[in-house]
T-cell receptor, first 111, second 113 residues
Framework: DVKVTQSSRYLVKRTGEKVFLECVQD?????MFWYRQDPGLGLRLIYF???????EKGDIPEGYSVSREKKERFSLILESASTNQTSMYLC??????????FGPGTRLTVL | QKEVEQNSGPLSVPEGAIASLNCTYS??????FFWYRQYSGKSPELIMF????GDKEDGRFTAQLNKASQYVSLLIRDSQPSDSATYLC?????????????FGSGTQLTVLP
């Protein structure tokens, strides 16, 4: 079974803090993705990576950065957290062109 | 204009009925279509995918694709209360794009016992 894990299920941070969300997959997938999910807005792609050290912006990259130093790990970084970044963050991985497998999600609250 | 549109619902059906979930997409070059189910507080899980025009059946689930009309649907026969969830339609970008999938905002389904 594909397994995608995320470092935290729930996280509470303060405005201005630097926040790291980590995602690890164990199926040797080339592609990894970070989404945020908000009520009424669906899943929105923040960043994705198709290889180690390779990344591309998604639909809403502002305020976020990513790092992929190893194939199995993809990190999302909020350089200076703001209240409008309170959301559910979902990581996913896939082989090229195939279905994406999601992690359990991290519910981030920024106070 | 949204690239993948779904009725947000909520859609309510009685237990045992057929639930019909619909999705339209704007990119005629799209080739692959996925249906995910998401229970409240959980992450999406894939339930079906379809590539070719027509119907694809898997147990109680049937996906229907009409590329000419840019329309894909999911039918759930003999709906059960455990089918109550949000259903996400996802469309794969045309070949050559590493961007992968675009998701609709989901349809919330409630199956009433």
């Amino acid at each position: 079974d594909v397994k995608v894990t995320q470092s935290s299920r729930y996280l509470v941070k303060r405005t201005g803090e630097k926040v790291f969300l980590e995602c690890v997959q164990d199926m040797d997938h080339e592609n990894m993705f970070w989404y945020r999910q908000d009520p009424g807005l669906g899943l929105r792609l923040i960043y994705f990576s198709y290889d180690v050290k390779m990344k591309e912006k998604g639909d809403i990259p502002e305020g976020y950065s990513v790092s992929r130093e190893k194939k199995e790990r993809f990190s999302l970084i909020l350089e200076s957290a703001s209240t409008n970044q309170t959301s559910m963050y979902l990581c996913a991985s896939s082989l090229p062109g195939l279905e994406q497998f999601f992690g359990p999600g991290t519910r981030l609250t920024v106070l | 204009q949204k690239e993948v549109e779904q009725n947000s619902g909520p859609l309510s059906v009685p237990e045992g009925a057929i639930a019909s979930l619909n999705c339209t997409y704007s990119d005629r070059g799209s080739q692959s279509f996925f249906w995910y189910r998401q229970y409240s507080g959980k992450s999406p899980e894939l339930i079906m995918f379809i590539y070719s025009n027509g119907d694809k059946e898997d147990g109680r689930f049937t996906a229907q694709l009409n590329k000419a009309s840019q329309y894909v649907s999911l039918l759930i026969r003999d709906s059960q209360p455990s089918d109550s969830a949000t259903y996400l339609c996802a469309v794969k970008y045309p070949s050559g794009s590493a961007r992968q999938l675009t998701f609709g905002s989901g349809t919330q389904l409630t199956v009433l016992p």
